[in-house]
């Protein structure tokens, strides 16, 4: 068989019971389809009926705007309806800060169908070494928005060359700005923001109130019970009294159902955030947390010194009807931390120190932890902390060497 290009197909002869046939190949919606026939003229009639049929033949004012254009339209319009607003935005911010202005950007549809595969990989590599000095989510952020782009352009017709073949998410190593070290708290650690948290003003130590007096609020409370859960600040800011469920057997548990998040005000003042509360973005983060003894101390001390459990509808970590922000609940960590003499750590951070304590006391937890942090999969988990993986390794090969220290005794 003899392969000749010829434009966006491939033209093959074949021979068959000692008839020659033609085939013709070509790319529709990311998927390749084959026309046979005695003579040439009977391939391409072939292909102009499937093309007529299946309306391949994509508008001309469509092919006539430029990439960007096109990507702009399938979020405010196609995707936009799918998806939550903080995602929607997030999008809109790739598409206006990598992809806007770019040579990609301005490319017109029918000059991208009118590339080859090899072509294709070429720009869409080559669009990628502009960002390199940018961190592996932001290029990740990028892939995943050209991918989307271009599974709804071949599913439309709009687009008959896959651009995205052969093109895998950039790695750690294929970037400039690494991705930075997770930094968390031992448990002991965790104990001393536990008794910073109660602290009260003293004669020697006195802050904003009268001796006697706690020197933080109810947000304090709300950080700490982030280590001991596992929670995104998200989440915990919006918990409310009745998402505290009890099971037959008497353990109580929180149930996730929402999580609070800033997003673009795109009404009366444009460029601002507001706050909202939606349904986490999987259904994986939806979830059942168990309360450790020590949480359900924690919530008691709360009834006691705030008494806002009265009405169930009430959020447990705030004294108003509305949720503590994340960059107060930091502020009020930072303080924490620094009275403390405590390794200085974001609310995120811990969440990581939640993992870190039961992923170092056991390995095995793995997959348990992997669904308390309401992680996709296990593979996400291990991957974000395989740093504790690899030196529980060097911890289980030291064995040998003990061995072998006892058998020369």
């Known amino acids: 068989m003899k392969k000749r290009g010829n ?24 998927k390749r389809k084959s026309f046979y026939g005695k003579t040439k003229a009977e391939v391409l009639k072939k292909v102009k009926e499937f093309e007529t049929e299946k309306s391949i033949v994509v508008n001309t004012k469509t092919q006539a705007i430029s990439f ?3 990507a702009h339209d399938w979020l405010y319009y196609n995707r936009k309806k799918n998806i939550k ?6 999008y809109d911010a790739i598409l206006n800060n990598y992809i806007n202005g770019t040579d990609l950007g301005r490319m017109h549809l029918r000059d991208i169908n009118k590339l080859t595969r090899p072509q294709a990989r070429y720009v869409i590599s080559n669009h990628f070494q502009q960002f390199k000095d940018k961190s592996r989510s932001t290029n990740s952020g990028i892939y995943t928005v050209l991918n989307q782009v271009c599974k709804h352009g071949l599913n439309s017709g709009d687009l008959t060359v896959d651009y995205m073949d052969g093109i895998d998410k950039p790695r750690e ?5 690494k991705q930075k070290q997770l930094k968390a708290l031992t448990y002991e650690e965790l104990m001393d923001l536990w008794d910073e948290m109660l602290r009260k003003n003293s004669p020697t130590f006195t802050v904003n109130g009268a001796i006697g007096n706690y020197v933080y609020g109810i947000a304090a409370y709300g950080v700490v019970f982030c280590g001991l859960t596992g929670l995104r600040w998200g989440e915990t800011c919006c918990l409310k009294w009745n998402d505290i469920e009890t099971s037959k057997d008497g353990k109580q548990y929180i149930h996730i159902t929402k999580q609070y998040v800033r997003v673009k ?19 994986k983060s939806m979830r059942y947390i168990p309360l450790s003894n020590k949480c359900i101390e924690l919530l008691s001390l709360v009834r006691e010194r ?7 509808e009430h959020l447990i970590f705030s004294v108003t009807s509305n949720p503590v922000s994340n960059s107060n609940a930091d502020r009020v960590l ?9 390794r200085q750590v974001s609310v995120h951070e811990l969440r990581h120190t939640f993992a870190s304590i039961l992923l170092n006391q056991d390995e095995k937890n793995l997959y348990t932890v992997a669904e308390l942090l309401g ?25 040998f060497d003990k061995l072998d220290k006892g058998e020369k005794k």
């Open 306 to 312: 705030f008494g806002n459990d009265k009405d169930g």
């Open 68 to 70: 960007q254009d096109y």
């Open 173 to 177: 190593d294929e970037v400039t700005s």
């Open 85 to 90: 607003q903080k995602t929607f935005d997030y």
């Open 265 to 283: 005000n795109r009404t009366e003042q444009e460029g601002r955030t507001i706050g909202v509360i939606e349904t986490p973005k999987s259904k």
């Open 375 to 399: 992680h996709s999969s296990p593979d996400v988990t291990y991957k974000k902390y395989i740093d504790i993986f690899d030196r529980n390794k060097i911890n289980t090969m030291d064995i």
């Open 7 to 30: 434009g966006e197909g491939s033209w093959y002869t074949k021979t068959v019971n000692g008839n020659q046939y033609y085939t013709y190949t070509k790319n529709y919606f990311g």
């Open 334 to 342: 930072r303080c924490m931390c620094t009275r403390a003499q405590v």
